[in-house]
């Protein structure tokens, strides 16, 4: 059974840095794709980020160059580091994992419903 757990969000003053984590565990398939979503208060999901198993990674334009998405050498854990943070990227950050496929750009808007989803972990940034 695939779990994900994130962990390490908080509160930042605009400018300031997170690194969220998600642990992920039950992973059956040697390829995937490992995405970073969140909601904001009021708005609709919104992918940010994904990372194949081989390390290809994928970064919608609101984050990039300021967020950059990972993994540990296990491919167990991993991050998302977010760095010059603004209020609008106040919200709730969920891990999810797409096995068996890689990561795909038209899924950071549409998700599909084959995925594995963690909690979520908050995330707010004051100004």
């Known amino acids: 059974q695939v779990q994900l757990v994130e962990s390490g969000g908080g509160s930042v003053q605009a400018g300031g840095s997170l690194r969220l984590s998600c642990e992920a565990s039950g992973i059956t398939e040697y390829f995937y794709c490992l995405y970073w979503f969140r909601r904001a208060p009021g708005q609709e999901r919104e992918g940010v980020a994904g990372?194949?198993?081989?390390?290809?990674?994928i970064y919608s334009d609101s984050v990039k160059g300021r967020f950059t998405i990972s993994h540990g050498d296990d491919k167990k854990i991993h991050y998302l580091s977010m760095y010059n943070l603004k209020p609008e990227d106040t919200g709730m950050y969920y891990c999810?994992?797409?096995?068996?496929?890689?990561?795909?750009?038209?899924?950071?808007?549409?998700?599909?419903?084959?995925?594995?989803w963690g909690q979520g972990t908050s995330v707010a940034v004051s100004s």
């Open positions: 990372i194949e198993q081989g390390a290809r990674t």
């Open positions: 999810a994992i797409d096995q068996g496929y890689g990561c795909y750009y038209w899924a950071l808007d549409k998700p599909a419903s084959r995925y594995h």
